[in-house]
């Protein structure tokens, strides 16, 4: 099974920046689509960004469109999730998950049931 670990979560204040980071282990990464998700407390999971298998394709939430990049580099099994002018609002526990489907439809981005392999989670708070 892949492997994902997300990190580079964090406290910051409204407007600033944090850069996510998701590292794969066990198999190489560009077989996988790969999505960003986020979840508040008592609020069901959302899909945030996603980037197609060599990152020709990406989609983001209209919450986080303009603000956030998303980004991958295969030969390193990695995928970035960029987040600037952070809102209190963005505060969720951040997960990146990757699919076997390819391309990144809004029925995908958005849909957690169809990502087969998570990271463990990392917290983003965004407070003054």
């Known amino acids: 099974q892949l492997q994902l670990v997300e990190s580079g979560g964090g406290l910051v204040q409204p407007g600033g920046s944090l850069r996510l980071s998701c590292a794969a282990s066990?198999?190489?990464?560009?077989?996988?689509?790969i999505g960003w998700f986020r979840q508040a407390p008592g609020k069901e999971r959302e899909g945030v960004s996603c980037?197609?298998?060599?990152?020709?394709?990406?989609n983001y939430a209209d919450s986080v469109k303009g603000r956030f990049t998303i980004s991958r580099d295969n030969a390193v099994n990695m995928v970035y999730l960029q987040m600037n002018s952070l809102k209190p609002e963005d505060t969720a526990v951040y997960y990146c998950?990757?699919?076997?489907?390819?391309?990144?439809?809004?029925?995908?981005?958005?849909?957690?049931?169809?990502?087969?392999?998570w990271g463990q989670g990392i917290q983003v708070t965004v407070s003054s």
């Open positions: 980037i197609s298998t060599v990152g020709k394709t990406t």
């Open positions: 066990r198999f190489t990464l560009d077989y996988y689509t």
């Open positions: 998950a990757a699919t076997s489907i390819r391309g990144c439809s809004s029925e995908v981005s958005g849909n957690p049931r169809l990502f087969g392999s």
